[in-house]
């Protein structure tokens, strides 16, 4: 769990979750014994005032890169809980940077242990888990790795990663300004996954809510102000709710309290870009529509040529 230094985060993200709970009408919550014993260690971890031992050191999986830019406007939570990423009281002030790269390096290390995903026994079992900026006021989230970013353990690495690089770009934004992730933490498997090669498969319902407390914990350190949902598949899994991706594209949601932006999947992009020119600037066009609605949420400076792209 979290050190001695990570306790106030882990405490705030705690908070956090349990006052969405309750707001979504629940009065109890479900412990696992591990998570309730780790909470009464608490506080005489808080009293352990000298061996402040770094629990979250290295940094692992994401890599983000410092780009400056101001706080975000919603105060963060942060550290996320031991089985299930859980968390806590309202902060006030917004967790820095090096906070932000413990808290997620904590999650990361949940992902690496947790039984849940690996107990469905349909995904493959490294983890890729994210890239990107800890400050990221954007959040992109696809629907979980394929055979590229499983070699790589890194998300959107293969064609799909290049056509979403050109959309960030088109946006003005490098890829390390922002934060790139998936619901689904494993490769998803076909049949016993032996004879798949380099064949992949969208992510179930069961596969992505295994996940989802992940993605939960993800959000409430960044505290982005837009997520994009890219493709059906992510906007379900993150939605918890069924529905073509046409519809999600009209509508107005939020995860966490945060707006998110259902768009096409790159790899849609890239399928209708090949069925034909006509088709894929009408999909082109579809995607840029909701990427100046994105860039409008998160307070960016949009140019004429930016909103006159496809006029
Ligand atoms: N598609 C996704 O949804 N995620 C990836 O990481 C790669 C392709």
Not at 60 to 89: C, L, Y
Request: net charge positive; hydrophobic share 40%.
């Amino acid at each position: 769990m979290a050190s001695h230094q990570g306790i106030a985060p882990a405490l705030t993200a705690l908070a956090g979750i349990l006052e969405r709970e309750k707001g979504r009408g629940l009065e109890t919550v479900p412990l696992a014994p591990e998570s309730e014993s780790r909470l009464r260690e608490l506080p005489a971890r808080l009293l352990e005032r000298k061996a402040v031992r770094p629990v979250i050191a290295a940094t692992p999986e994401p890599e983000p890169a410092p780009v400056s830019k101001p706080p975000p406007a919603s105060p963060p939570a942060a550290t996320p809980p031991a089985t299930t990423p859980s968390a806590a009281p309202p902060s006030t002030t917004p967790l820095g940077e090096a906070e932000r790269r413990q808290a997620l390096n904590a999650i990361f290390k949940q992902v690496k242990s947790s039984p849940e995903p690996r107990a469905l026994g349909t995904l493959f079992d490294t983890v890729v888990f994210a890239v990107g900026n800890p400050m990221a006021e954007i959040v992109f989230v696809g629907e979980a790795p394929g055979a590229e970013e499983e070699k790589l353990k890194k998300p959107f690495v293969g064609p799909a990663g290049q056509k979403l690089d050109q959309i960030i770009q088109a946006m003005g934004l490098a890829r390390e300004a922002v934060y790139i992730s998936n619901i689904v933490k494993f490769r998803p498997k076909m049949g016993d996954g032996r004879f798949q090669g380099s064949r992949n498969r969208p992510p179930t319902q069961e596969e992505m809510a295994s996940c989802l407390p992940f993605v939960r914990a993800e959000i409430e350190v960044l505290r982005p102000r837009v997520i994009v949902a890219l493709g059906r598949t992510a906007a379900e899994g993150l939605l918890e709710r069924g529905g073509s991706l046409a519809s999600f594209r009209h509508q107005d949601h939020e995860f966490s309290g945060i707006s998110v932006v259902a768009t096409y999947h790159p790899s849609y992009l890239l399928r209708q870009e090949s069925a034909s020119a006509e088709e894929g600037k009408h999909a082109k066009r579809q995607v840029w529509e909701d990427m100046l609605r994105v860039m409008d949420l998160a307070g960016l400076p949009i140019s004429d040529k930016q909103r006159r792209y496809f006029l």
